[in-house]
């Protein structure tokens, strides 16, 4: 049910840990079991912020029940996460959050 996408123009992590870690704790941070986390990284090197292309990501972390007033700490958290396993300074990531109606959600064919 939480969906943390990622995409970036940095390397993918070689190392398996580190994608494990973020779902790890992106469940860790939502407060939801990790059997439902997906994560998907996406490398695209063709990415510019501020016109450059030093290291940066867009992120989307959708989620049932996401509160808004939750919003800054998870911010804060995922960029924190970010910069440790993709080396992205937080100022170069922009994150948009999203809690969809959960008859918008699909699973195992039906819907949440």
């Not at 049910?1 to 190392?15: A, R, S, V, Y």
């Not at 990415?47 to 940066?56: Q, R, T, V, W, Y």
């Not at 970010?82 to 969809?100: D, G, K, Q």
Request: hydrophobic share 40%; charged share 20%; net charge negative.
């Amino acid at each position: 049910m939480p969906l943390l996408q990622i995409t970036t123009n940095q390397e993918k992590p070689t190392d398996r840990h580190s994608l494990e870690k973020l779902s790890q704790e992106t469940a860790a941070l939502l407060g939801k079991p990790e059997q439902y986390v997906m994560l998907n990284l996406i490398r695209n090197p063709l990415m510019l912020f501020a016109g450059s292309d030093e290291p940066l990501a867009y992120v989307e972390l959708k989620s049932l029940g996401l509160p808004e007033q939750e919003t800054p700490r998870l911010s804060e958290a995922l960029c924190g996460l970010l910069s440790t396993h993709l080396n992205v300074p937080a100022e170069r990531i922009y994150i948009e959050f999203s809690n969809p109606p959960r008859h918008m959600w699909g699973w195992n064919a039906s819907t949440f």
